[in-house]
């Protein structure tokens, strides 16, 4: 399994910006990783992620306002949320999936609130 970790939630006025971050507790150059996130009431939706070729993959909700982004020396993952907005909100979570298998590990999720 995989620990993660998520950091950077809070809240942000509409049209601003947060960052998050997810340290992995190996490296990430193993796993598939993603940001998944669940407003209330809401089912979990996959947010962002990068497909075999290692290319960006957004939801259509977030796509040219959110950015996937690693560091893989240090095992980080990054999800950089611009011109966010009210339907934004929800805990974010970091997903991984060790390659070659079905194990899959959550982060706690991290709140994330755009309000004015």
């Known amino acids: 399994q995989v620990r993660l970790v998520e950091s950077g939630g809070g809240l942000v006025r509409p049209g601003g910006s947060l960052k998050l971050s997810c340290k992995a507790s190996?490296?990430?150059?193993?796993?598939?990783m993603a940001w998944y996130r669940q407003a209330p009431g809401k089912e979990r939706e996959l947010v962002a992620t990068?497909?075999?070729?290692?290319?960006?993959v957004y939801a259509d909700a977030v796509q040219g306002r959110f950015t996937i982004s690693s560091d893989e020396a240090k095992n980080w993952l990054f999800l950089q949320m611009d011109n966010m907005k009210p339907e934004d909100t929800a805990v974010y979570y970091c997903?991984?999936?060790?390659?070659?298998?079905?194990?899959?590990?959550w982060g706690q999720g991290t709140q994330v609130t755009v309000s004015s």
């Open positions: 997903n991984a999936r060790i390659l070659l298998s079905d194990k899959v590990s």
């Open positions: 190996r490296n990430i150059l193993d796993l598939d």
């Open positions: 990068t497909d075999t070729s290692g290319r960006p």
